[in-house]
T-cell receptor, first 108, second 114 residues
Framework: RKEVEQDPGPFNVPEGATVAFNCTYS??????FFWYRQDCRKEPKLLMS???SGNEDGRFTAQLNRASQYISLLIRDSKLSDSATYLC?????????FGAGTRLTVKP | ETGVTQTPRHLVMGMTNKKSLKCEQH?????MYWYKQSAKKPLELMFV???????ENNSVPSRFSPECPNSSHLFLHLHTLQPEDSALYLC?????????????FGPGTRLTVT
């Protein structure tokens, strides 16, 4: 089983759509969780941390389910600029483990 | 953004060459990382440094040799690479080692081994 597993997509959605990504992780001792965004041919950048109680940042909502070991990201009212690859990241001991990413394309 | 810089941005080298990748962070961070990103694969953590001391080496072949002379600079020395080593090499830094800290990435060096 991969340490961090994501649906690779691609997800192709129209502007204004709501889209959700899921991510599962194998290490039950993981403590910290993040979503990063990576644009084509660019470096990854932190989108948001994921807290146990769930958290929201504008159109983005992240949730954590420790019992089932999965993390989700919900994007509401998609914009063209949301097109990117979304990386699920889980903390190990001294390091972070990245998923392979889910590619999102938002179309006019 | 110039928080983490990497040079060169692109590198083509033969299997018998020796080259070095350079990373510099201007954020005052204490931890630095090297990652490898291959097409359609997750980022693979290669090395972790905390205050110039290597704290993790994820079974990386010896043809990759890291060097951290101070907390702002990180090098990756390359020699006798294989074509399968062609990838994007990303450097990152964080305030401290540990997963609660955001990692800031450089733009990467796209390496092609011929």
């Amino acid at each position: 089983r991969k340490e961090v597993e994501q649906d690779p997509g691609p997800f192709n959605v129209p502007e204004g759509a709501t889209v959700a990504f899921n991510c599962t992780y194998s290490n039950s001792a993981s403590q910290s969780f993040f979503w990063y965004r990576q644009d084509c041919r660019k470096e990854p950048k932190l989108l948001m941390s994921v807290y146990s109680s769930g958290n929201e940042d504008g159109r983005f909502t992240a949730q954590l389910n420790r019992a089932s070991q999965y993390i989700s990201l919900l994007i509401r009212d998609s914009k063209l600029s949301d097109s990117a690859t979304y990386l699920c990241v889980v903390n190990g001991n001294n390091d972070m483990r990245f998923g392979a990413g889910t590619r999102l394309t938002v179309k006019p | 953004e110039t928080g983490v810089t990497q040079t060169p941005r692109h590198l083509v080298m033969g299997m018998t060459n020796k080259k070095s990748l350079k990373c510099e962070q201007h954020l005052g961070h204490n931890a630095m990382y090297w990652y490898k990103q291959s097409a359609k694969k997750p980022l693979e953590l290669m090395f972790v440094y905390s205050l110039e001391e290597r704290v993790e080496n994820n079974s990386v072949p010896s043809r990759f040799s890291p060097e951290c002379p101070n907390s702002s600079h990180l090098f990756l020395h390359l020699h006798t690479l294989q074509p399968e080593d062609s990838a994007l090499y990303l450097c990152a830094s964080s305030q401290e080692v540990g997963g609660t800290y955001e990692q800031y990435f450089g733009p990467g060096t796209r390496l092609t081994v011929t």
